[in-house]
């Protein structure tokens, strides 16, 4: 079972406008979320994190709002940039020392100039 | 400072050889983790070492896949005999202990695996 999802497999945004990356989970019992940034033939690369008692964080131009009640998060870039063009993959970590991470499937973000 | 080295970036094989993949973490880093990731798809967790212990491998398959992470540095991950299905970018991870608040985890480049 896929309990972190991506239901968009891409998304194209005009650069200087808002992107919004959507993440839906389904356990309850995760302790932190995770967005990463992947290049093509790079590894994932950590963008901003949030605790499950927390409902937003704030890095820059990076935003991430947890809605634990609907097991939904999504991250915010404003304003986009070229740059930003890459695959980001939402991830869940599992808490009470387990310590795993779920990875979602990934949603490729372009950045039109 | 330099970051997670992994090697081979790339490696083609026949099916039913063994392939090993070494990963060098990040200095100090307690954490090693090994994932696998399918085209199209998010990492998935294969073994997690703190140092030298292996404290939760439970999607490896242990049929044919093994880890060692001597001396609680660097680490081994071998498949033997690979299979068709085994195509995929094994990725290695590092971060400070795990723990009660998050630590990061540093990725390195990958080595892309194709099994013909």
């Known amino acids: 079972d896929q309990q972190v999802k991506q239901n968009s497999p891409s998304l194209s945004v005009q650069e200087g406008r808002i992107s919004i990356l959507n993440c839906d989970y389904t356990?309850?019992?995760?302790?932190?979320f995770l967005w990463y940034k992947k290049y093509p033939a790079e590894g994932p690369t950590f963008l901003i994190s949030?605790?499950?008692?927390?409902d937003k964080n704030e890095d820059g131009r990076f935003t991430v709002f947890l809605n634990k009640s609907a097991k939904h998060l999504s991250l915010h870039i404003v304003p986009s940039q070229p740059g930003d063009s890459a695959v980001y993959f939402c991830?869940?970590?599992?808490?009470?020392?387990?310590?795993?991470?779920?990875f979602g499937t990934g949603t490729r973000l372009k950045v039109l100039a | 400072e330099a970051g997670v080295v992994q090697s081979p970036r790339y490696k083609i094989i026949e099916k039913k050889q063994p392939v090993a993949f070494w990963c060098n973490p990040i200095?100090?880093?307690?954490?090693l983790y090994w994932y696998r990731q399918n085209l199209g798809q998010g990492p998935e967790l294969l073994i997690r070492?703190?140092?030298?212990?292996?404290?939760?491998d439970s999607q490896l398959p242990k049929d044919r896949f093994s880890a060692e992470r001597l001396k609680g540095v660097d680490s081994t991950l071998k498949i033997q005999p690979a299979e068709l299905g085994d195509s995929a970018v094994y990725l290695c991870?590092?971060?400070?202990?795990?723990?009660?608040?998050?630590?990061?985890?540093?990725f390195g480049p990958g080595t892309r695996l194709t099994v013909l």
């Open positions: 949030i605790s499950s008692i927390k």
């Open positions: 356990n309850s019992m995760f302790d932190y």
């Open positions: 991830a869940a970590r599992t808490g009470s020392g387990t310590y795993k991470y779920i």
């Open positions: 991870a590092s971060s400070l202990r795990a723990g009660s608040s998050y630590n990061e985890q540093f």
């Open positions: 200095s100090g880093h307690n954490t």
């Open positions: 070492y703190e140092n030298e212990e292996a404290v939760d």
